[in-house]
């Protein structure tokens, strides 16, 4: 049967996070290695490929259903495990993880509503993906951090009315029912 899934691992994954993926992959049944640059699992009706695109890790080819269900179910725990989060298709409602921060300017924001912020570049970050929201007045540029397991938004202050925007940001947030910690 053709198989066409997207995993939520995002590109920008750093080097190490690539090689725990890859033990993944070398790990499996099926694993023939690398063909045209792509790691391969070929035998017994499968052939599949993996490539890294911007909607997550693809997996393609053809597997049989019954290998199919155990195969993926194993791959997505072992990859659950070693990287520390739930692995699986985003269009199931599994979240990526970014491990660089989202770094964002204040004067940049087009609109903030009870669900979400959504930047000039329509950047749109909603309020549900995160767990703490904390303003850094100390800090050399300050900056307000909206942060997760899952990623990190850093909106920075930069005007001459840095600390009143932040203030004034802070006050829209709490209006919203966002706590606050400092």
């Given amino acids: 049967m053709e198989r066409d899934i997207c995993l939520n691992i995002h590109y920008s994954a750093p080097e190490e996070v690539w090689k725990i993926i890859d033990e993944v992959y070398r790990s499996m049944g099926y694993w023939y290695g690398i063909e045209n640059g792509c790691p391969t699992w070929k035998g017994d009706g499968t ?3 993996a490539s890294v695109e911007p909607s997550g890790i693809q997996i393609s080819g053809e597997m049989p259903d019954d290998m199919w269900k155990k195969w993926y179910g194993e ?4 990859l659950t495990e070693k990287l520390g989060y739930p692995i699986g298709e985003p269009e199931d409602g599994y979240k990526f993880k970014y491990w660089e921060p989202f770094k964002k300017n204040y004067a940049d924001i087009k609109t903030i509503d009870s669900k979400m912020i959504v ?3 329509y950047a749109t970050f909603f309020f549900e993906d995160f767990t703490e929201f904390k303003s850094e007045f100390s800090a050399e540029c300050p900056r307000f951090v909206l942060s997760s397991e899952l990623m990190e938004l850093r909106i920075y202050f930069v005007s001459e009315n840095s600390n009143k925007d932040m203030q004034d940001f802070c006050c829209e947030l709490k209006r919203l029912g966002l ?3 400092e």
């Fill in 47 to 49: 052939e599949l490929c």
């Fill in 179 to 181: 706590t606050i910690t």
């Fill in 75 to 78: 791959l997505t725990s072992k």
């Fill in 119 to 121: 930047f000039k570049d």
